[in-house]
């Protein structure tokens, strides 16, 4: 059974940076289409960005122009690449792909994969 298993998470100063990787494991596993949300104590999720499968990108308005969103050539691991960082970017960071899970015989099943979350905390 394919995981997402997220890392990079921690405590930064406002205006520093963190990269959080999410990386396929458990599987032969092809990412599609895949996401990064968030959900701070007390607020719902959000959608942070999106990246399509033919390599567009949509960012939510609060992190237009700082995060970036992009996998890598394999197509195993999705990244978030936060710069500038504020306070209220404070959350649980979690990625979600849409993918390709490979089997013998070549079949493979598409499905939605989700990790579990990294605690991302931006200090003042």
């Known amino acids: 059974q394919v995981q997402l298993v997220e890392s990079g998470g921690g405590l930064v100063q406002a205006g520093g940076s963190l990269r959080l990787s999410c990386a396929a494991s458990?599987?032969?596993?092809?990412?599609?289409?895949t996401a990064w949300y968030r959900q701070a104590p007390g607020k719902q999720r959000e959608l942070v960005a999106h990246?399509?499968?033919?390599?567009?990108?949509n960012y939510a308005e609060s992190v237009k122009g700082r995060f970036t969103i992009s996998r890598d050539n394999a197509k195993t691991t999705v990244y978030l690449q936060m710069n500038s960082l504020k306070p209220e970017d404070t959350a649980v960071y979690y990625c979600?792909?849409?993918?390709?899970?490979?089997?013998?015989?070549?079949?493979?099943?598409?499905?939605?994969?989700w990790g579990q979350g990294t605690q991302v905390t931006v200090s003042s």
């Open positions: 990246l399509s499968n033919g390599g567009s990108t």
């Open positions: 979600n792909a849409n993918g390709r899970e490979f089997y013998s015989g070549g079949l493979y099943r598409t499905g939605d994969y």
């Open positions: 458990g599987g032969s596993f092809s990412i599609n289409a």
